[in-house]
Nanobody, 126 residues
Framework: QVQLVESGGGSVQAGGSLRLSCTAS????????MGWFRQAPGKEREGVAV???????SYADSVKGRFTISKDNAKNTLALQMNSLKPEDTAMYYC????????????????????RGQGTQVTVTS
């Protein structure tokens, strides 16, 4: 079992930055592929980024070059640094975990998580 708690969301103007954090309790993050997905009202869930147990990362094309995912296995935390934010990045962001092998196909695997947090809202205004 893994419990995930996100923080760091908020409202920011386009072009600004936010850093999301996720603290995990329970099993060690090193046992899982970790990542973030987001969902805006009326839209499908979208995988954003993942980092696997080896530290390899994968990003959605829509965020590549702007977002950076990182993991600290010692502290059992996950982060998402979001720069150059756009209004289309507005959504509820969820920290999530899948089994360590599930990310072999890339970031989309995080859309169907084994565990997920409650989410944190990110709003980008133009």
């Amino acid at each position: 079992q893994v419990q995930l708690v996100e923080s760091g969301g908020g409202s920011v103007q386009a072009g600004g930055s936010l850093r999301l954090s996720c603290t995990a309790s329970g099993n060690r993050l090193s046992s899982y592929c970790m990542g973030w997905f987001r969902q805006a009202p009326g839209k499908e869930r979208e995988g954003v980024a993942v980092v696997d147990s080896h530290g390899s990362t994968s990003y959605a094309d829509s965020v590549k070059g702007r977002f950076t995912i990182s993991k600290d296995n010692a502290k059992n935390t996950l982060a998402l640094q979001m720069n150059s934010l756009k209004p289309e990045d507005t959504a509820m962001y969820y920290c999530a975990a899948v089994l360590f092998w599930a990310c072999s196909g890339g970031y989309s695997a995080i859309r169907s998580p084994l565990y997920r947090g409650q989410g944190t809202q990110v709003t980008v205004t133009s």
